[in-house]
């Protein structure tokens, strides 16, 4: 399988982030709609499988699925363009502001949140026969990770919240290594074994995914869960973003930018030949012309 080294990988990153910034309003709003919609039904896929197996293990393995495929569909997750739109304008790569990516950021959230809702709102449909009956097992088991991870979070408060942001910022880190890594090979063999590792690794981990949740947060209000719109809203969603800003960025864009798309190479430090040798040639010159001529 190929392999594409860090150099020449951080200058894949930077081109992409520039490109997405170029993208017209309709293809932005379009490939981040379809992007969150094949990812939350990977979402889905692994609860049930999780539920139905009572292996949470086995629902991780399989859960990369929808992001592998929304991958090579070329679609965007905002945890992604959170990566690599800062480096372009770090970059200065063309078309690269800061209100371009802004701008971009913008598209994207509204595209993701749109798929996952709709994602959300189908999957409640057949969870419960179209609202005439109780939710089944899978759609109960969305429900209490909904309640879990809003109110369980407000039960701690202060240090609630800081655990929030805390699994925001582990699951970019990871979810965004999938999305290098799937750079740093051409076929797509060593494109889907580079992403699948650590996307299993985050879902099993329970991190929070901004656009994971988009989807069971929507499903659990859908299904009766115990929590509000601002429970979900505060205790989750706007501090996972903020985490997912901060894991991609810190820990994987500016680390691979920093040290291969901007490598310094250490001056050779002199020795006691080199000294003599410069020595020498200073004399010389100083021989071939003297002061004053």
């Known amino acids: 399988m190929s392999y ?48 139905q197996t009572g292996q949470p293990l086995l629902g991780a393995v399989l859960f990369p699925v929808g992001f592998v495929i929304l991958y090579l569909f070329g679609f965007d997750l905002l945890t992604g363009v959170f990566t ?28 993701n949140l749109g798929g996952a809702i709709l994602v959300a709102v189908l999957m409640a449909v057949y969870f419960t026969y179209g609202f005439s009956a109780e939710p089944s097992a899978v759609g109960q088991a969305i429900g209490e990770i909904g309640h879990g991870r809003t109110v369980g979070y407000a039960d701690h408060g202060a240090a609630g919240m800081l655990t929030l942001f805390i699994r925001g910022v582990l699951c970019n880190w990871l979810v965004s290594t999938g999305v290098v890594l799937a750079m740093a090979s051409d076929s797509i063999v060593g494109k889907v074994l580079a992403m699948w590792l650590p996307i299993m690794l985050f879902f099993y981990m329970g991190f929070e995914h ?21 429970d979900y809203l505060i205790w989750n969603e706007i501090p996972t973003v903020v985490g997912n800003l901060f894991g991609g960025l810190l820990f ?42």
């Open 4 to 51: 594409v080294k860090p150099a020449e990988l951080v200058s894949r990153m930077l081109d992409a982030g520039a490109s997405k910034m170029q993208l017209s309003a309709r293809d932005t709003v379009v490939r981040a709609f379809m992007g969150a919609a094949l990812l939350t039904m990977g979402a889905a896929f692994a609860v049930t499988v999780a539920t």
């Open 84 to 111: 690599l739109g800062p480096l372009a304008v770090m970059a200065g790569r063309p078309g690269a502001t800061v209100r371009a990516m802004f701008r971009n950021w913008g598209l994207v959230f509204l595209g």
């Open 210 to 230: 901004s656009i994971v949740n988009m989807f069971l947060f929507p499903s659990g209000l859908l299904l009766g869960a115990d929590f509000t719109l601002w």
């Open 252 to 293: 994987v864009g500016l680390p691979l930018y920093l040290t291969h798309g901007r490598t310094r190479t250490q001056a050779p430090k002199p020795n006691a030949a080199m000294m003599s040798t410069a020595s020498d040639a200073v004399r010389v010159e100083a021989e071939r012309h003297p002061a004053g001529v």
